[in-house]
């Protein structure tokens, strides 16, 4: 089992959706929460509420991971506050959605720099203290877009692929050494990602609460797993792109998106 009480965890994306359900799972296992995002008044608001409710210590670092020097900063800040990092959560993402040409380049070099490169960095930051001590975790939120090539989301599934492989990877360096590195995958979950794409065509199936994607990621913490997907559906939805050449599985994924772009 992680040792939650009395550890701190710095959550990325911690104004809304997933990020803020992370925030008050956490807070209510006892650890005093560090919330990263642009809207600081969000933040604010929502460390005052968990304050109040759970007794635990709250801070607040707007930042926007877009940027080059993002991570530095945010361990800077960190460490001049004289805070420690006991469990990252790279939650922080966004989405772009239509044909490849179509997209403006700089919204997808931003996505490639907040759901790659931002991820990189603060594990970089953070992660050899938790091998120093002997005690932590990463949690790196992926997406069952991940597993395939998706055409029309061409961008953002090959990030979260790479956020996969990235996970898997670091699990096995640091599996021995106390610090468990967690890919988590959710499907389509009731948060702004699809509606701030523009892209409600890629909500495939039934949304999941953030709730029950959190609940299933500390699950998978607490048993070290390297990497878990959220509810039993997105499972099976995640072994068919194994099962079939990845051409067809893109050819597959790009149908079910493209049949109802404008």
């Known amino acids: 089992m992680f040792q939650y009480q009395g550890k701190t965890a710095l959550i990325t994306g911690a104004s809304s959706g997933i990020g803020a359900a992370f925030v008050h799972a956490l807070a209510a296992r006892g650890m005093s929460v560090i919330l ?29 991971l877009s940027q080059l020097d993002a991570a530095s900063k945010i361990g800077q800040i960190v460490a001049e506050r004289g805070l420690t990092v006991d469990l990252l959560i790279n939650n922080a993402g966004f ?28 594990t970089h ?20 877009a991940g597993f395939q090539p998706i055409p029309y989301l061409a961008v953002y599934a090959a990030s979260k ?12 360096e640091c599996r021995d050494r106390n610090v468990c590195v967690m890919g988590l995958c959710p499907g389509t979950t009731s948060t702004e990602l699809f509606d701030r794409a523009s892209a409600p065509e890629a909500a495939l199936g ?31 939805l995640s072994l068919g792109p ?10 597959c994924a790009g149908k079910a998106v493209k049949s109802k772009t404008k």
């Open 36 to 64: 990263v995002a642009r809207s600081e008044e969000g933040m604010n608001s929502l460390a005052a509420e968990v304050k109040q409710k759970h007794q635990v210590q709250t801070h607040v670092i707007a930042a926007d």
């Open 242 to 251: 194994r099962l079939i050449p990845r051409w067809f599985a893109a050819q």
């Open 95 to 122: 989405m772009t959605h239509g044909p490849f040409e179509s997209i403006d380049p700089a919204s997808e070099t931003n996505e490639v720099m907040v759901n790659i490169a931002s991820v990189v960095g603060l």
């Open 206 to 236: 039934k949304p999941r609460t953030a709730q029950q994607v959190v609940t299933t990621a500390l699950n998978g913490l607490d048993k070290k797993r390297s990497l878990i997907v959220d509810g039993l559906k997105n499972r099976l």
């Open 161 to 172: 692929a790479f956020v996969i492989s990235f996970s898997v990877a670091l699990w096995e």
């Open 125 to 144: 930051t953070f992660l050899p203290g938790m091998l120093a001590r002997r005690a932590g975790g990463v949690i790196n939120v992926a997406s069952v």
